[in-house]
């Protein structure tokens, strides 16, 4: 049985083969009688550092993040995930008011998959909202389940998709 499969594979006869477990017709020429493939050991010899001696710095440990906030304070604008609560409605106003402080809205709208006109209700409810502030709606999706309003200051680059960065004209 393990003649066969190292034929399959097309490896090399067993060296340790008898001649009984081989079939009749096979020439002696390809019978292959030899030696084990050695195998040098590495060129180089690899150290490795334990961790406590490798020059990286954990972000998350608390001398980093009491340098964070005294060199950059702390963060003034985020980035809010919205869905529409149990009697489907978003709350416009709060949304609003973070929109002008700088952050940014992503309303999921993905939950009232069944419920187009509800759906197309809200959507037309936070084009308006941002029309009156003066804000751009991005649809992330091409059934405008997902939408993306950039608060005041934030910039959408709308050729490379990027999102970042404070606006020059803030």
Same mark, same amino acid.
């Given at each position: 049985?393990?003649?066969?499969?190292?034929?399959?594979?097309?490896?090399?006869?067993?060296?340790?083969?008898?001649?009984?477990?081989?079939?009749?017709?096979?020439?002696?020429?390809?019978?292959?009688?030899?030696?084990?493939?050695?195998?040098?050991?590495?060129?180089?010899?690899?150290?490795?550092?334990?961790?406590?001696?490798?020059?990286?710095?954990?972000?998350?440990?608390?001398?980093? +993040? /009491?340098?964070?906030? $005294?060199?950059?304070?702390? #963060?003034? @604008? *985020?980035? &809010?995930?919205?869905?529409?609560?149990?009697?489907?409605?978003?709350?416009?106003?709060?949304?609003?008011?973070?929109?002008?402080?700088?952050?940014?809205?992503?309303?999921?709208?993905?939950?009232?998959?069944?419920?187009?006109?509800?759906?197309?209700?809200?959507?037309?409810?936070?084009?308006?909202?941002?029309?009156?502030?003066?804000?751009?709606?991005?649809? +992330? /999706?091409?059934?405008? $389940?997902?939408?993306?309003? #950039?608060? @005041? *200051?934030? &910039?959408?680059?709308?050729?490379?998709?990027?999102?970042?960065?404070?606006?020059?004209?803030?």
């Amino acid at each position: 049985m393990r003649r066969r499969i190292y034929d399959l594979f097309g490896l090399p006869k067993l060296p340790g083969a008898k001649q009984s477990e081989l079939p009749e017709d096979t020439p002696d020429a390809e019978i292959i009688e030899g030696e084990p493939i050695h195998i040098p050991p590495p060129i180089r010899k690899v150290n490795r550092k334990p961790v406590r001696d490798l020059t990286f710095h954990d972000l998350g440990s608390k001398r980093w +993040l /009491e340098w964070s906030a $005294r060199m950059h304070g702390l #963060p003034n @604008r *985020g980035l &809010r995930y919205i869905r529409p609560d149990e009697m489907h409605r978003l709350p416009l106003e709060p949304m609003s008011m973070r929109l002008l402080q700088g952050d940014i809205c992503i309303i999921d709208l993905s939950s009232l998959a069944h419920m187009d006109s509800q759906r197309s209700a809200l959507s037309r409810q936070v084009q308006e909202m941002a029309n009156y502030n003066g804000l751009p709606v991005f649809s +992330l /999706e091409d059934n405008n $389940r997902l939408l993306l309003v #950039p608060g @005041r *200051g934030s &910039r959408v680059d709308t050729e490379t998709h990027d999102l970042g960065g404070n606006s020059i004209l803030d």
